[in-house]
C-alpha cells in the first residue's frame, strides 16, 4: 500500500525531554474507520546512528501506557551495554497516536475546533497506528529494519506491519503478544472501561476528567499483567481496623501512579484500540495474514501470562514461515516482557547471532 504524504518538522521541544523530536503530518490522516484527524503530530525519539549501508534500524513499538523512550521502559534489553545498543543500531521509537505522550491523541486541541478533543477523540486502530509508523519511516528515509520488536500492545503493531509490508524486515521478535485480540482480552479490557465510565468526572470537559476511573481501571489491569505468586510473596500483612492491606494499598498505588503521568481518556482509547486487532481482517483469515511475513520471527511466550496466552504464540509460530517459539517463566506474568530482560536478552542474541 503506498501512502502519499507531506510532511514538517515542529521544532518546539520540551525542556523537560530535549531529545524527542517531532513529525507534523500536513493535511488529513484518514483512519481506518474513515473518519479523520488533521494535522497529525508524530512524536518519536531515535538512539545511535545510521550506519553507511542504512540497514542497522531497530524499531522499537511499546505498549498501552509507554513512552517513546524504550531505553527509560525497557532496561536490560535496551540501552549502552544491552544487545540493542545505541553505539551498534539506530533505534527508533515513535509515541502512537492516540497517546499522550506527545504524538496527537484525546489530551490535544482538534485544530478544527480550537477545544481539546476529548470524548470526540475518533477511535483508532493498530492499522492506524502502524501507518503513522510508515509515514515516520518515510520521513528517516528508512529502506530496511533490521529489527522490529515489541511486547503486548507493541507486538500487536509489529505483526500488523510486518503483515502489510512483507519485505520490509529482516527480523521480528514479538514478546507477549497476538494476531488476534482474544474475547478474554476484550473482556478484561471492558471491564476497565466500565470503570472509567462510571467515573462522572468522564464526561467533562476537564482534561484530568475520568481520573478516579483510571485509577480503579489500572488497579484492575494489574491483576491481569501479575500472577498470584508474585502478590502473594509481596503483599503479605492483612487488613485490620486501623490499616489497608499490602495488596490493597500496593493496587491503590498503582493507581494513583498512572493517574499522575498518564489520561484517562487516552487509556480508554488505546484499551479500545488493543480491542479492534485482527491482523486477520482483508484476508481470508489470519494464517493466510501471517503467511505473508518474510521476515525472521523470534516469538517469546511466558508460561505465566494471563492476558496473552500460550495458544496465541502457537498461533503465531505455526502460521509465520521463518519463525521460532520460546516460552520463559515469571511470576510476574505478562509483566514479565518487562521484567524478564535478561532472559528475554540471552534468547535475542542467540536469535540475531544465528540468522545474521
Known amino acids: 500500500m503506498s501512502i502519499e504524504i507531506k510532511t514538517g518538522s515542529v521544532e518546539a521541544q520540551p525542556?523537560?525531554?530535549?531529545?524527542?523530536?517531532?513529525?507534523?503530518?500536513?493535511?488529513?490522516?484518514i483512519l481506518e474507520n474513515g473518519k479523520k484527524l488533521s494535522e497529525v503530530v508524530i512524536a518519536y525519539h531515535t538512539f545511535g546512528q545510521l550506519n553507511a549501508k542504512r540497514d542497522n534500524v531497530v524499531w522499537v513499538c511499546h505498549a498501552l501506557t509507554a513512552n517513546a523512550n524504550p531505553i527509560q521502559w525497557w532496561p536490560g534489553l535496551i540501552g549502552q551495554k544491552d544487545v540493542i545498543n545505541p553505539q551498534k543500531y539506530f533505534i527508533v521509537c515513535a509515541n502512537i497516536i492516540g497517546s499522550c505522550y506527545g504524538s496527537t491523541g484525546p489530551k490535544n486541541f482538534n485544530p478544527e475546533t480550537g477545544e481539546r478533543?476529548?470524548?470526540?477523540?475518533?477511535?483508532?486502530?493498530?492499522?492506524?497506528?502502524?501507518?503513522?509508523?510508515?509515514?515516520?519511516?518515510?520521513?528517516?528515509?528508512?529502506?530496511?529494519?533490521?529489527?522490529?520488536v515489541g511486547g503486548s500492545m507493541g507486538g500487536q503493531q509489529i505483526v500488523e506491519w510486518a503483515v502489510q509490508e512483507?519485505?520490509?524486515?529482516?527480523?521480528?521478535?514479538?514478546?507477549?503478544?497476538?494476531a488476534k485480540s482474544s474475547p478474554w482480552g476484550v473482556a478484561i479490557r471492558?471491564?476497565?472501561?466500565?470503570?472509567?465510565?462510571?467515573?462522572?468526572?468522564f464526561y467533562s470537559s476537564s482534561p484530568k476528567g475520568?481520573?478516579?476511573?483510571?485509577?480503579?481501571?489500572?488497579?484492575?489491569?494489574?491483576?491481569?499483567?501479575?500472577?498470584?505468586?508474585?502478590?502473594?510473596?509481596?503483599?503479605?500483612?492483612?487488613?485490620?481496623?486501623?490499616?489497608?492491606?499490602?495488596?490493597?494499598?500496593y493496587q491503590r498505588y498503582q493507581g494513583e501512579k498512572l493517574r499522575n503521568r498518564f489520561d484517562a481518556r487516552t487509556y480508554y482509547t488505546l484499551s479500545q484500540a488493543m480491542d479492534f486487532h485482527d491482523v486477520g481482517k482483508g484476508y481470508k483469515s489470519i494464517s493466510e495474514a501471517l503467511e505473508r511475513i518474510d521476515a525472521r520471527a523470534?516469538?517469546?511466550?511466558?508460561?505465566?501470562?494471563?492476558?496473552?496466552?500460550?495458544e496465541e504464540?502457537?498461533?503465531?509460530?505455526?502460521?509465520?514461515?521463518?519463525?521460532?517459539?520460546?516460552?520463559?517463566?515469571?511470576?510476574?506474568?505478562?509483566?514479565?516482557?518487562?521484567?524478564?530482560?535478561?532472559?528475554?536478552?540471552?534468547?535475542?542474541?542467540?536469535?540475531?547471532?544465528?540468522?545474521?
Open 313 to 356: 504464540q502457537v498461533e503465531l509460530a505455526e502460521n509465520i514461515k521463518k519463525s521460532e517459539l520460546h516460552f520463559i517463566k515469571s511470576d510476574y506474568g505478562h509483566d514479565g516482557f518487562l521484567v524478564e530482560a535478561k532472559t528475554i536478552t540471552g534468547l535475542l542474541a542467540n536469535f540475531l547471532n544465528k540468522h545474521r
Open 190 to 201: 471492558s471491564a476497565q472501561r466500565m470503570a472509567i465510565e462510571a467515573d462522572p468526572s
Open 15 to 29: 525542556i523537560e525531554n530535549p531529545s524527542l523530536k517531532y513529525l507534523k503530518i500536513q493535511g488529513d490522516f
Open 166 to 178: 512483507p519485505k520490509l524486515f529482516k527480523h521480528i521478535a514479538l514478546i507477549a503478544s497476538s
Open 298 to 310: 523470534l516469538i517469546i511466550g511466558i508460561e505465566e501470562d494471563l492476558l496473552f496466552s500460550k
Open 117 to 148: 478533543y476529548l470524548r470526540s477523540f475518533p477511535a483508532i486502530t493498530i492499522k492506524d497506528m502502524v501507518k503513522a509508523h510508515r509515514l515516520l519511516l518515510a520521513h528517516l528515509e528508512i529502506d530496511q529494519i533490521h529489527l522490529g
Open 210 to 249: 475520568g481520573w478516579k476511573g483510571l485509577e480503579a481501571a489500572r488497579a484492575m489491569a494489574m491483576v491481569s499483567y501479575r500472577t498470584d505468586k508474585i502478590y502473594n510473596i509481596s503483599q503479605v500483612d492483612q487488613a485490620n481496623f486501623e490499616s489497608a492491606s499490602d495488596a490493597e494499598s
